[in-house]
């Protein structure tokens, strides 16, 4: 790219509406993967708040689980959002009808 193309796009990527967009477009994919982490990793959770329905000392026995789910959500979020952030939003013009293929990555 040479420079006069460079400028123009970099004057264009700091723009107030693409940094909008990328806020927008970031939130939704932090909402995506979070969800996807819930799904993933449900059945530790309910064990854990399950243990609170267990009255005695034993109650922590039962939240021990709840150790590895917030480690396994928090790594797939973290994974997840640095791989679509570089796919879908570094370096790119966004438009308002790109949410579909940023969240479903179905085809532009």
């Known amino acids: ?33 979070i969800v ?9 959770y309910l064990l854990a708040f399950s ?15 709840l150790i590895p ?3 396994v959500s928090g790594f797939i979020l973290r994974k997840g959002l640095s791989e679509d952030y570089r796919a879908v939003l570094r370096g790119r013009l966004l438009k308002i009808r790109d949410v579909k293929w940023a969240l479903f990555g179905e085809g532009r």
């Open 1 to 33: 790219m040479d420079e006069f193309t460079q400028a123009v796009f970099d004057a264009a990527y700091a723009s107030r509406s693409q940094r909008h967009l990328r806020l927008l477009f970031g939130a939704l994919l932090i909402l995506k993967h």
């Open 51 to 65: 243990g609170m329905a267990v009255p005695g000392f034993q109650t922590w026995v039962f939240l021990l689980p």
């Open 36 to 44: 996807r982490g819930l799904l993933f990793s449900w059945p530790l």
């Open 69 to 71: 789910a917030v480690v």
